[in-house]
């Protein structure tokens, strides 16, 4: 399957500014996969090193800060010669090993001209931490599971081809528009981990893809204990397992006492940040008022918390196939698509959506494209009425507004309604 984050590598390859390259993102989204057909395609040699598979690597760091001296005793290890630009060197599972972390800075320093890619299982919680030593001496990438037109490239290629020749005010036919919501639907059902997609691809049997997912979130929860660090596993669990409850309210803002009666911030917010930096959760601040910059506008205290994939979570939901793919009104539809939407607006602007709550309700997300702040409503049935949307439209009067819904890709007075495939298009259609 193809990624979009290869046109992110090969920039980085070109770069004159190039840094040694950590890339993060939570587990099984397919770091390993990527660094390595990416130095397959792009490299004349690729030299892999895995912490976890092998222990004694980790003696090459530990007694040696030269990066020259490094590539020698790895080039003896790999069996052939390490070259500068033409050998593409992979650090996985880089967090077993703090000294190989620490090395990178040492490449920057004084071997530049090595090309240099590490990834590792929740790396990102070390890199977060307050005294973290490559601050500045590295280039980062996040990587999420596949976005919807991953999903629907590596599915249905020919579908594919027509999405991506979709522009801005082009009407869409209604037969691929009713193509494409039965591909959003599919990938509500099997999200965007590379393991449940492969395997749809090549068994298209949903029940293999569920045994998948429940075996991922099994492996989440084993995992926590074993790189939470100082931070208590226990409550990592309780965090995460809390999410369905929490997006399931009313009121979808994260409540500690919805977690443990009687819990505070300070029972849980440790956690929280532990489980965000490793890209398990995605937190969507509120925001005091929607203008330009949100940043300076947020409400720390108050945010909603979201899973990194749609389809994990429609799986720890419990939602049944069928409730989605009969257009039935269950319970978990609106925050399920909320999920879905978030994770394709993920990473697209430069700055992260915010959602917003005034006297008249609440505003799905808010987005800051440039200097102009863009108000979102997620609709996941046929109902158009959003009373709360069009009210901050009458009062802010917006240059545009957003509805994410089923219906088709037109504008109606000042909102453009963007059907849900195209979610991950929403700046190019702008």
Not at 75 to 95: C, N
Not at 131 to 157: H, Q, R, W
Not at 179 to 192: Q, S
Not at 310 to 338: H, R, V
């Amino acid at each position: 399957m193809q990624r979009t984050a290869f046109e992110d590598l090969a920039a980085w390859k070109e770069s004159p500014d190039r840094k040694p390259l950590v890339i993060r993102g939570a587990r099984q989204v397919g770091k390993t996969w990527l660094m390595r057909q990416f130095g397959r395609d792009c490299y004349k040699s690729v030299a892999y090193f895995n912490f976890d598979e092998d222990v004694n690597l980790s003696s090459v760091f530990e007694v040696n800060k030269d990066p020259h001296r490094i590539v020698e005793l790895l080039s003896l290890i790999a069996g052939e010669k390490i070259l500068p630009r033409d050998t593409l060197i992979v650090f996985d599972e880089v967090q077993e090993c703090s000294a190989a972390l620490n090395a990178l800075k040492y490449f920057k320093e004084k071997a530049n001209d090595y090309h240099v890619m590490a990834a590792g299982s929740f790396l990102g919680t070390l890199l977060a931490q307050p005294k973290s030593y490559l601050a500045g001496m590295v280039n980062l990438l996040d990587l999420y599971p596949l976005c919807f037109d991953e999903f629907l490239e590596a599915t249905d290629p020919d579908l594919f081809a027509y999405y991506r020749s979709i522009r801005k005010n082009q009407p869409i036919e209604e037969l691929f528009h009713r193509r494409l919501l039965e591909a959003f639907n599919h990938y509500l059902i099997i999200g965007g981990m590379p393991e449940c997609v492969a395997s749809w691809v090549q068994n298209k049997d949903p029940v293999k893809v569920m045994r998948i997912q429940r075996e991922l979130i099994e492996i989440y929860e084993n995992e926590f204990s074993k790189h939470n660090g100082k931070i208590n596993s226990g409550r990592i669990l309780l965090v995460f397992r809390s999410i369905v409850s929490q997006l399931a309210k009313a009121n979808e803002k994260f409540m500690y006492g919805a977690v443990r009666e009687g819990a505070r911030a300070r029972d849980f917010e440790e956690a929280i940040e532990w489980l965000v930096s490793a890209g398990m959760l995605n937190r969507v601040c509120n925001t005091v008022k929607p203008e330009h910059p949100l940043p300076a506008f947020d409400k720390t205290d108050q945010f909603k918390l979201f899973l990194f994939d749609t389809g994990l979570l429609k799986c720890m939901a419990g939602i049944d196939n069928a409730a989605i793919l009969l257009k039935s009104d269950y319970q978990f539809k609106g925050p399920l698509t909320e999920n879905y939407v978030l994770q394709q607006l993920q990473g697209l602007f430069e700055v992260a959506p915010r959602y917003y709550v005034n006297k008249y309700g609440e505003i799905d997300f808010v987005l800051q494209n440039g200097t102009e702040i863009i108000p979102v409503e997620v609709k996941a049935g046929e109902d158009k009425s959003a009373p709360s949307f069009k009210r901050y439209i009458a009062e802010y009067e917006p240059e545009q507004a957003i509805r994410f819904s089923k219906h088709g890709y037109r504008t109606d007075g000042s909102i453009t309604n963007i059907p849900l495939y195209l979610a991950r298009k929403t700046k190019d259609l702008l």
